[in-house]
């Protein structure tokens, strides 16, 4: 590929990452609220921080998802995830590999790139003319 059909595909990328980083997250979301996946908790209380964070997730995600208010959600996500790895990950171990907070970290920093970044030419915050 040449330079112009990479600079071409550049911004759609950047809302491919946005997406599927979003239908990633909202899993994580749906399995806390809803036990959707199988596999986590479901049921916790609404008010307690598995319950806020599952909401940050669900809202958040299906925000980034569509591209509206994407900037705002993206930060409150990566925020979410900074203080999750700090909180459960990092005092298990210094290295994330070992901690299991590794997707805490990816997630936290693809979130703060895209604050700075934005959502990309595939949502609704590039059609109203706020991306």
């Known amino acids: 590929m040449d330079k112009t059909t990479l600079d071409i ?18 899993e994580h979301g749906t399995q806390k609220l809803l036990g959707f996946p199988a596999g986590g908790s479901s049921g916790v209380a609404l008010a307690s921080l598995p319950g806020i964070a599952g ?3 669900i809202i958040g995600g299906v ?16 925020g ?15 290295f994330p590999v070992n901690n299991g907070g590794e997707a805490a970290v990816l997630f936290c920093f693809v979130f ?15 059609g109203r003319g706020r991306a």
């Not at 990309?120 to 915050?125: C, L, M, T, Y």
């Open 9 to 26: 595909w550049a911004p759609r990328m950047l809302s491919i990452l946005r997406i599927v980083v979003a239908l990633l997250f909202i």
């Open 55 to 57: 909401l940050i997730e």
């Open 63 to 78: 925000l980034l998802l569509i591209g509206l208010f994407s900037r705002a959600a993206a930060f409150v996500m990566s």
């Open 80 to 94: 979410e995830m900074a203080i999750a790895y700090w909180m459960a990950h990092a005092p298990k171990s210094f």
């Open 112 to 126: 703060l790139y895209l604050v700075f970044a934005g959502p990309g030419p595939w949502s609704v915050d590039a």
